[in-house]
């Protein structure tokens, strides 16, 4: 019992201590938008046999994305964001397993890309099942400024999968294909 009640107080004080460093200042402005890339929102895989409904191995959607951001004077701002997937499988898959790869970019704002990282996204489907939902978590992007002037509002996230020109050329046709994912 005197274990319990110890360990309860230490985990009290550690608490009481977090709390009393937490900055509790506003961010020197807004967040910087989020949204994913229209064109790269959705990827269909194909079995390579033609472009019919019936050659679909895989798809995946991007259907959400929200930014969570904070900095303060002059600091960088230190941002991440959750994004939310839907995944399909096709009756021309021929494995339970599908990697698809995504990205987030950081822009100016309608300007040039800063950086951009890719991420590798292997989804697993139980016998039988044919849609997935998943979120992941980019967490700790840096966007450094020059000084406290600039504001989120200088600046873009942008979040969409890896797509071959195929693909893209697919997206921008306005071609669809889901499964149902929702």
Do not use: H, W
């Amino acid at each position: 019992m005197r274990l319990i009640v110890s360990s309860a107080l230490a985990g009290a004080a550690l608490l009481l201590t977090s709390c009393a460093t937490f900055d509790a200042r506003p961010n020197q402005g807004p967040c910087p938008a989020v949204g994913s890339l229209y064109e790269a929102q959705r990827v269909v895989v194909l079995d390579g046999q033609g472009d019919n409904y019936n050659n679909i191995e895989f798809t995946g959607e991007i259907n959400g994305v929200r930014l969570f951001c904070r900095y303060v004077e002059d600091d960088p701002i230190e941002a991440q964001v959750e994004i939310d997937f839907a995944f399909g499988k096709g009756q021309a898959a021929v494995s339970n397993t599908n990697t698809y790869n995504y990205f987030v970019a950081v822009t100016r704002t309608n300007r040039a890309v800063m950086s951009k990282q890719v991420f590798p996204l292997e989804v697993k489907f139980r016998e039988g099942e044919t849609v997935k939902t998943q979120e992941e978590l980019v967490g700790r992007i840096v966007i450094p400024r020059a000084d406290e002037s600039i504001s989120g509002a200088n600046f873009e996230i942008l979040v969409g999968f890896e797509l071959t020109p195929e693909q893209l050329e697919f997206n921008e046709n306005g071609r669809r294909f889901l499964l149902q994912t929702r």
